[in-house]
Structure formats: C-alpha cells, structure tokens
C-alpha cells in the first residue's frame, strides 16, 4: 500500500492541523445523528437543530447508508462493474464501498474522495484489508473536477478505459447552484465511458410542508444545503438511461424491506437513481432547467 495514499495525514494517522473543531461539518454532523464519535460541540449544536426541524434525519440517514449498500450491491453484481468513484465518501461505516464490491468482484478498485479533514484522517481505517492498488483517498472537493480526474492516485487505481460507478450519494444537495452541481456532474462523467453509470442520492423537500426541513439549520451552522425538486433531481441523470425502476424516493429503490416496513417519503426525504452512460455525447446533454 503506498504511503502516498495517505497524503496530508500525520504519520500516527490523527487529524491533520486544519480540522477547526469551532464550526460544524457536514461529515461530523452526520456521523453524530448516525451515532459516531467523531463529532465536536459545534456539530452536535447544529446536528441538534437540524434533528429539531427534520425529527426524521437519522432513520433518512440510515437509509441512505442502506441504500448505497443496495446501489453498490447491484452494479457489481447486475451491472457487472468492477470500479467506483465515491465523492464524498464521509466517516468509515461499515460495510463501505470496497467491501460490499470486494465481496463480489474480489478484483473490485475504488477510490474515495472527500473533502473533510476527519474523513481524510479516517482514511486509513476506509482502506483497511484491501489488496495494494485495489484502493485509493483523495483529499479533494469535489467542485474541483479537474484535480479528482487528474489526480495520480485516481490514475494509478481506475483503468478510465474501462466503466466506472460514480456514486454521488448524499453530497450533492452541499453543491449550490452558483457552484454549478449540474456542470460538475457533466464534467466527472465526460471523463467516463460508455458503459459508466452514476448512482446518485439527494436529498428534497418535496415531501414536506412548506418551510420544513433540516436545510436551514445546515444553511445556519454555515454549510450549504439546498433541496431539489424531483425535476431538478433529474436534470442529473438527463442524457443517461436511468434502470429499473427510475428515479424513486430513496426507501423505494430496489427495496429489500416489504411494503409494510418501508420508510415512507417523508421519512426519507430523498430522491435516488441509477442511470447508464449509453454514448460519448450522453454526459454532457444538461438542458437548461425546464422543471
Ligand atoms: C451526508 S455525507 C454522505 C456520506 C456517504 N456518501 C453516505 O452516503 O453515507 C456527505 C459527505 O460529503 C462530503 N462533502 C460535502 N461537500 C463536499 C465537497 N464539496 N467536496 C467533497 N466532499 C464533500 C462531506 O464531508 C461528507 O463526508
């Protein structure tokens, strides 16, 4: 495993010196309403607030975990893909990526990117037991396409010629739209090919009453937050063949749980999909918003 996997981490592996406990993190706050320990009074204050506005936000949580093991479970398996690019990867929670795609494809490479400097100091923990070159952290945000593409580690990892899963699984309502969420997907899948899929994950406030929601207590604590509507969830996958069954409230995406034990909408307020990339062009087709 070569060290330059780990740049930026302390060789005892411990955070690094620009963690700045005084402010909330996205990560941090979701690894608090998941249960974990890696979090610091500012998270908790505001991880609090959001729980207050949203009492639903860590059952939704939860099942955004599910659902990522469903929708990695399924392109290793029913897709057959071998390769993943996870931004904006968060706290290690097992299973992770690797190891839900190990597990199938023993040959599986991933590589994780985030942005926050727990998640980086964590990174040892996420490559645990992997086989060297099977996977790689990259220290990124991940407006910053052109650093994630050309990055050595991604390089030395994923074989670009070959389909890769982009999985954008609870990280995009961070994007605002001045940032340009939609280009940045059109730029990550550009460099992918045919063949590639995204599996994304977004939060909504479709199924609230007006002004409800954990948005403003992120937006308060100082982190973007925006929720899409169904359309504009869409406008991600636009040009992309989206599988069966489409885009779907998250607890509604290839479910395991029967009908009964299900979350309903509210519960898990978020839409998912998975879509394929079937032509070169198929990436970059974003239309104008239209929704
Ligand atoms: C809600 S967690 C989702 C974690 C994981 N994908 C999951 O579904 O369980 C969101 C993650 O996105 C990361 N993140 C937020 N904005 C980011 C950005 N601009 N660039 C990279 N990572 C970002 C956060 O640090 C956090 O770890």
Request: charged share 20%; aromatic share 8%.
């Amino acid at each position: 495993m070569g060290e330059t996997w780990f740049r930026g981490i302390t060789p005892d592996g411990k955070a690094s010196a620009r963690i700045d406990t005084s402010v909330a993190h996205s990560a941090r706050m979701y690894d608090y309403i998941l249960g974990g320990k890696d979090n610091y009074e500012a998270d908790r204050k505001a991880a609090e607030a959001a729980i207050a506005a949203q009492p639903h936000l860590a059952t939704a949580m939860r099942e955004n975990r599910a659902l990522m093991r469903r929708m990695v479970a399924f392109l290793a398996k029913e897709a057959g893909i071998r390769q993943f690019l996870d931004i904006g990867t968060g706290l290690p929670t097992s299973p992770n990526v690797h190891e839900i795609a190990c597990a199938i494809h023993p040959d599986a490479r991933v590589v994780y990117v985030d942005n926050d400097p727990i998640v980086l100091s964590h990174a040892r923990a996420l490559l645990t037991g992997s086989d060297d070159g099977a996977i790689a952290y990259i220290d990124a945000d991940a407006r910053d396409t052109g650093r994630i593409l050309g990055d050595p580690d991604l390089r030395a990892t994923l074989d670009l010629s070959e389909p890769v899963a982009l999985l954008l699984i609870g990280i995009m309502h961070f994007i605002p739209d001045e940032d340009d969420p939609y280009g940045m997907v059109t730029a990550l899948l550009a460099s992918l090919p045919v063949g590639s899929y995204l599996a994304i994950q977004h939060p909504t406030s479709d199924f609230y009453e007006p002004g409800r929601g954990a948005a403003v207590a992120y937006s308060n604590a100082g982190i973007p937050f925006r929720y899409r509507t169904r359309g504009e969830f869409a406008r991600f996958i636009d040009g992309l063949d989206p599988v069966p069954p489409g885009i779907q409230p998250m607890a509604e995406w290839r479910p395991e749980a029967g009908p009964a034990t299900r979350l309903s909408p509210v519960q898990a307020a978020a839409y998912a999909a998975v879509a394929k990339k079937m032509t070169a062009s198929s990436a970059s087709q974003v239309r104008p918003e239209s929704s």
